[in-house]
Nanobody, 121 residues
Framework: QVHLEESGGDLVQPGGSLRLSCAAS????????MAWYREGPGSKRELVGT???????NLADSVKGRFTISRDNAEKRVYLQMNSLNPEDPAVYYC???????????????WGQGTQVTVSS
C-alpha cells in the first residue's frame, strides 16, 4: 500500500529553478534511502542523487553544484532543488524510496509515477 507521488515538474527557462517534491504515503514503518532518478527523451532512467535516512547525500557529477537533495522524515518527503537548469536536464523525474512496511519485514524499493521537467527558451 505504499504510494509515492512526485510534484513540482514544470516548464522552465534555461537557467531557471524548480523544486521537486515526493511524498510517501500508506502503511509505512520506516523509509531508508530515498533517491531521484530521471529519464530523458530517448534515454534510460539514470540516477540523479540519493539521500540516506540520516541525511547523507550523493549526487551525480552532472548535477553537483546545481541540484540539492533534502528530506523531511516527519513528512515522509524528499525534495530535489534544481537550480541553473539547462537543456541537458529535461526529463521525467522519478522518486524512489526504500521502504519497510513493518519492523520485521525486508525493505523494498518503490517508485513514483514521475513528474515532467521541461527546459525551453
Amino acid at each position: 500500500q505504499v504510494h509515492l507521488e512526485e510534484s513540482g515538474g514544470d516548464l522552465v527557462q534555461p537557467g531557471g529553478s524548480l523544486r521537486l517534491s515526493c511524498a510517501a504515503s500508506g502503511t509505512i514503518f520506516s523509509i531508508g534511502t530515498m533517491a531521484w532518478y530521471r529519464e530523458g527523451p530517448g534515454s534510460k532512467r539514470e540516477l540523479v542523487g540519493t539521500i540516506t535516512a540520516s541525511g547523507t547525500t550523493n549526487l551525480a557529477d552532472s548535477v553537483k553544484g546545481r541540484f540539492t537533495i533534502s528530506r523531511d522524515n516527519a513528512e515522509k518527503r524528499v525534495y530535489l532543488q534544481m537550480n541553473s537548469l539547462n537543456p541537458e536536464d529535461p526529463a521525467v523525474y522519478y522518486c524512489n524510496a526504500n521502504v519497510k512496511l513493518e519492523a520485521w519485514s525486508g525493505a523494498k524499493n518503490y517508485w513514483g509515477q514521475g513528474t515532467q521537467v521541461t527546459v525551453s527558451s
